[in-house]
């Protein structure tokens, strides 16, 4: 029955991290797309949050085969990162911080709409939901480990 247990155990590991790596790519591939297809030129934040995405989809991939529990340790830090950098981002983007301490200029603002899904639903708001999910199912994933 423990044996049992350990590997119905494992697969909901793997599992998690499988989805962590899909929500990483399906971002990495959405950014590009609005950026490569659609022609949304990146702001400075968005470029700022990509450094920490794009990595994350080979870091994940290579703890999924094998499955590697230590994966966590390395993208849990660009996540968090990144996850900092959207929450500053839709801040910024909400009013909230004044528009004057952007690091974007008058030619390319880190506040322009370039997708208005729902009325709410926003680039950086994607970025954002992105990071997070993916930083509770990394910290799920570690805490899971490490019992």
């Known amino acids: 029955m423990g044996a049992l247990k350990t590997e119905n155990n494992a ?4 599992t998690i991290l499988f989805v ?3 929500i990483a790519s399906i971002s990495t591939l959405g950014s590009l797309f609005f950026s490569e ?3 949304f030129p990146p702001c400075m934040l968005c470029w ?5 995405l794009f990595p994350l ?8 085969f094998p499955f590697d529990k230590t ?7 660009l996540n968090g990162i990144g996850w900092l950098i959207s929450v500053y981002h839709n ?4 009013g909230v911080i004044p528009e004057s301490i952007q690091p974007c200029d008058e030619t390319l603002s880190c506040t322009e709409v370039h997708l208005g899904l729902f009325g709410f639903i926003t680039i950086p708001m994607l ?6 999910v993916m930083g509770v199912l990394l910290l799920l994933l570690h805490r899971r480990s490490s019992q």
């Open 57 to 64: 989809v080979v870091i994940l991939l290579a703890g999924l």
């Open 11 to 14: 697969d909901a590991n793997w």
């Open 37 to 39: 297809i659609l022609d």
């Open 48 to 52: 700022y949050q990509r450094i920490c």
């Open 127 to 132: 970025s954002f939901m992105a990071f997070t």
């Open 91 to 94: 801040l910024l983007y909400l």
């Open 20 to 22: 962590c790596w899909l």
């Open 71 to 77: 994966v966590v340790k390395f993208a849990f830090p």
